[in-house]
């Protein structure tokens, strides 16, 4: 699992930027699942999101796209709040 988030880090798909904090670890612990997000550029709203499981001694990969239209908007958030990049909530 490790090795495959950590693999689609260091290859970003097309000229795209990884939102991932780091790298994948087993530090604190086995890890079952994982998210790895790109981006156009920071702050971008479109971009592909990787989610890794564990499936029967294999990793399991989807891949969601999201775009958006040059009109697209998205709802006001309270003060202080911002959205997420893909990947990260």
Partial sequence: MVDAANWLI?????????TNFGPATEEW????????G???AP???EGIVYT?????GDVAIRA??????????CPPLP???VYGAPGQG
Avoid: F, M
């Fill in 52 to 56: 890794l499981a564990k499936k029967e």
């Fill in 10 to 18: 260091e290859n970003p798909t097309a000229d795209l930027v990884t």
């Fill in 29 to 36: 612990g086995p890890v079952d699942s994982a998210t790895v």
């Fill in 79 to 81: 003060d202080g709040s």
């Fill in 64 to 73: 969601e796209v999201a775009a958006q239209t040059a009109t697209a908007t």
């Fill in 38 to 40: 790109y981006v156009p």
């Fill in 43 to 45: 702050g971008a709203q």
